[in-house]
């Protein structure tokens, strides 16, 4: 370790820092916004599948409504319903075109305290694969990403028709 600590610079995220849009991204991100960097595999009336653009892992995905809600609360029984039906294509999808072995799914809502920080529901969709850790995740708290953004949304957006 050195005087840094554990940390991995990633300078790209400057400029989002700086320029990062007023109100809700994903808002932002539904009505197209060109300050928003994204990366949309699939929009309707109600729901859109975006990968994360700051990716947790490869096919790191996110089911969002296009209505801003901030909980289930707020949400009819049909709008929960139309949601989690988009996640189970979101992992089809996935599985089909990336194959991991296992999904993480949750939910953020409630903003920051949520571990968040956009109050606008979303349901996170992040694949795992059996070789997650390896010696850069075990040995020095670093995740290697094997594979770019763009090549990933490449592959996605090739089987894409699954989300409609």
Known sequence: MNMFGNYLWATSRKEWIKEKPKGCIFCGIARDDPKIPKKVLH?????????NVFPYNVGHLQVVPIKHVETLGEMEDGEMTDLFRMVRKATVLLKKTLRPEGFNIGINMGGEVAGGSIGHIHVQVVPRYKKDLGF???????????????????????????LK
């Open 43 to 51: 929009k309707d009336e109600k729901l859109m599948v975006i990968m």
């Open 136 to 162: 850069m995740e075990v040995t020095a708290d670093t995740k290697v990403m094997p594979e770019s953004l763009e090549e990933t949304y490449k592959k996605l957006m090739k089987k894409a028709d699954i």
